[in-house]
């Protein structure tokens, strides 16, 4: 599954394409690919212009001028493929040729954009969904789903990861680290990364590091991520950044 640097690269290169564009009309290919209703998801969308491309843990966000934003989750196998003009711009699971002859037996979202631009959302294992919510009710929503904050947020020091370390003094790091409610975004090659570096031991209990172990745990970890986003993501195989390449890291 893509984690935080993973979305993150997509997120900038598809914000560059989609960020101004319209959606002219929408085609649901498979309902259980949207969350909620399949006829409000249309009609709320059709027509409107999407403003922005944000991201929240591993959810891309899609806000439109309208007031309500797509939440797009790509899990294990989901891809977004943008096409212009025989441009191509393809992000998320690296389907093979799921980029040709679209729509294909994958793909179960159709987003038709002015400019003859065209969105797809493609699936093998048809984990990934979409959801349409209020922008107004995006924190609520997110905290109902009980996800952590932002690692590479500028509120995230030494001292908050530290407060919420010590609440947690018997849970193993590794798996903390990965558990989505502690810290949003963070999977397992990145934890198993920011322990390595740490030279802290994954099963080790957060009750028995020191404090300049969690100070290296820290650094690390938001050194690691930084430096993953420049590269844009992974180079595991079940990773293609927005225009169908591994990443570097």
């Given at each position: 599954m893509p984690e935080l640097p993973e979305v993150e690269t997509i997120r900038r290169q598809l914000s560059a394409e989609l960020s101004g564009k319209t959606i002219k009309n929408v085609e649901v290919r498979l309902a259980k690919m949207i969350k909620g209703q399949v006829f409000r998801f249309k009609k709320k969308i059709t027509g409107a212009g999407i403003t922005s491309v944000s991201r929240r843990a591993k959810i891309l966000i899609f806000s439109l001028s309208n007031g309500y934003a797509i939440l797009v989750h790509l899990k294990m196998t989901g891809q977004l493929v943008y096409t212009k003009q025989g441009k191509i711009k393809t992000g998320g699971h690296p389907i093979k040729d799921g980029h040709k002859d679209l729509p294909n037996k994958f793909t179960h979202v159709?987003?038709?954009l002015n400019g003859r631009a065209t969105l797809f959302f493609n699936d093998i294992r048809q984990f990934g969904y979409l959801m349409l919510v209020k922008a107004g009710e995006l924190d609520g929503h997110f905290s109902r789903m009980r996800i952590g904050p932002e690692p590479l947020k500028s509120d995230f020091t030494l001292g908050a990861f530290t407060k919420l370390?010590?609440?947690?003094k018997k849970s193993k790091i590794k798996p903390l680290l990965m558990d989505q409610s502690f810290i949003a975004g963070v999977g397992n090659i990145y934890a198993t990364e920011a322990c390595y570096y740490s030279k802290i031991r994954?099963?080790?209990?957060v009750g028995s590091l020191k404090k300049d172990e969690i100070s290296k745990l820290y650094l690390h970890l938001i050194k690691i991520l930084k430096f993953a986003i420049k590269k844009q993501g992974t180079s595991a195989k079940n990773y293609i950044d927005a225009f169908g390449e591994p990443g570097e890291y």
């Amino acid at each position: 599954m893509p984690e935080l640097p993973e979305v993150e690269t997509i997120r900038r290169q598809l914000s560059a394409e989609l960020s101004g564009k319209t959606i002219k009309n929408v085609e649901v290919r498979l309902a259980k690919m949207i969350k909620g209703q399949v006829f409000r998801f249309k009609k709320k969308i059709t027509g409107a212009g999407i403003t922005s491309v944000s991201r929240r843990a591993k959810i891309l966000i899609f806000s439109l001028s309208n007031g309500y934003a797509i939440l797009v989750h790509l899990k294990m196998t989901g891809q977004l493929v943008y096409t212009k003009q025989g441009k191509i711009k393809t992000g998320g699971h690296p389907i093979k040729d799921g980029h040709k002859d679209l729509p294909n037996k994958f793909t179960h979202v159709i987003f038709k954009l002015n400019g003859r631009a065209t969105l797809f959302f493609n699936d093998i294992r048809q984990f990934g969904y979409l959801m349409l919510v209020k922008a107004g009710e995006l924190d609520g929503h997110f905290s109902r789903m009980r996800i952590g904050p932002e690692p590479l947020k500028s509120d995230f020091t030494l001292g908050a990861f530290t407060k919420l370390l010590l609440k947690k003094k018997k849970s193993k790091i590794k798996p903390l680290l990965m558990d989505q409610s502690f810290i949003a975004g963070v999977g397992n090659i990145y934890a198993t990364e920011a322990c390595y570096y740490s030279k802290i031991r994954p099963t080790r209990r957060v009750g028995s590091l020191k404090k300049d172990e969690i100070s290296k745990l820290y650094l690390h970890l938001i050194k690691i991520l930084k430096f993953a986003i420049k590269k844009q993501g992974t180079s595991a195989k079940n990773y293609i950044d927005a225009f169908g390449e591994p990443g570097e890291y």
